[in-house]
């Protein structure tokens, strides 16, 4: 079974199952506002970075559903992209931010798909991964019903998911929402920079 196929049956249903991110918490581990492109990676129907248009020139959704693409469609998002992460159809240093909200531990190779993220985010560009803090108990009986509801999902903790940053040349600092979720922000640092 697709990893995306419950995400194409949930799409018509996901906001009013799954409320809007609280997108003013957004701006600080992203550097917001700023000029240019923001890529929402896994962003399905928006309800994370719609709320973040007043912040950034350009957005665009990448994420395999196209249901949940509709979604956004309808909320006014014009530039969606059907895609896997693994195989990001952007050249390298396109977007001035990037980020993964809640959506990390579904992508079946998440070293990879760091590595793609960071290949396609500009050098003194930011990349939010935010994913659910596997240390608390709460997020593990999440990770045990994904488990048997067979999403494949792969909570990692945030130092793990660090590493995979740090070793694609990221520069990686890490906090907390306050609310459940870890943030791991990567700066892209500028060829022969010191991290």
């Known amino acids: 079974m697709p990893n995306n196929f419950l995400f194409d049956l949930l799409g018509p249903l996901y906001d009013h199952v799954i409320s809007p991110k609280e997108t003013e918490a ?19 129907t928006g309800r994370a970075s719609a709320g973040l248009l007043d912040s950034i020139d ?14 956004a469609k309808e909320k006014g998002i014009h530039n969606l992209v059907q895609a896997s992460v693994t195989h990001l159809p952007f050249a390298a240093d396109t977007f001035n931010r990037m980020m993964v909200i809640d959506a990390l531990h579904h992508m079946p190779n998440q070293q990879e798909s760091v590595g793609q993220m960071l290949r396609a985010l500009k050098p003194g560009g930011r990349l939010l991964i935010e994913e659910p803090d596997i240390h608390l108990f ?38 907390s929402d306050g609310k ?16």
């Open 26 to 44: 957004l701006h600080a581990p992203l550097n917001l506002p700023s000029d240019g492109w923001l890529l929402d990676i896994g962003g399905g």
């Open 58 to 71: 350009h957005l665009v959704i990448c994420d395999l559903s196209l249901p949940m693409l509709q979604e």
């Open 138 to 175: 709460g997020v593990k009986l999440i990770a045990l019903v994904e488990k048997l509801a067979l999403m494949k999902s792969t909570i990692h903790p945030p130092d793990k998911i660090k590493a995979m940053a740090e070793s694609h040349g990221g520069k990686v600092s890490l906090d």
């Open 180 to 195: 459940g979720s870890a943030w791991v922000m990567v700066d892209k640092q500028a060829p022969g920079s010191q991290n």
